[in-house]
């Protein structure tokens, strides 16, 4: 089973950038899609981004497409986002998950994603 741990959140005002790391580690996490979703306070958990497991696609939230990348390095087993242009309606727990069924184009849903990181906090401030 892969394990994934999340870190690069903290408190940043508005308008600036953080970078997400998400850290696996037990199996590779090369031939699995990839997404990071976000859940804020009295609010269901939602979808924020996802890459292919070959990387060449990724899809993006309507609230965060242009200002957030998604990527992946396998070599070093980690996914990321890039956080630009931060609003105050960012301010979350952002989740890293995996579809570990393989080979997956990447989902939106986050019932598609079988492996899930403990989160990192993301506070945007003005």
């Known amino acids: 089973q892969v394990q994934l741990v999340e870190s690069g959140g903290g408190l940043v005002q508005a308008g600036g950038s953080l970078r997400l790391s998400c850290a696996a580690s037990g199996r590779t996490i090369a031939f699995y899609a990839m997404g990071w979703f976000r859940q804020a306070p009295g609010k269901e958990r939602e979808f924020v981004a996802t890459?292919?497991?070959?990387?060449?696609?990724?899809y993006y939230a309507d609230s965060v497409k242009g200002r957030f990348t998604i990527s992946r390095d396998n070599a070093a087993n980690t996914v990321y986002l890039q956080m630009n242009s931060l609003k105050l309606e960012d301010t979350a727990v952002y989740y890293c998950?995996?579809?570990?069924?393989?080979?997956?184009?990447?989902?939106?849903?986050?019932?598609?994603?079988?492996?899930w990181g403990p989160g990192t906090q993301v506070t945007v401030s003005s």
């Open positions: 998950a995996a579809d570990i069924s393989g080979y997956g184009l990447g989902s939106h849903l986050a019932s598609d994603f079988g492996s």
């Open positions: 890459i292919s497991w070959s990387g060449d696609e990724t």
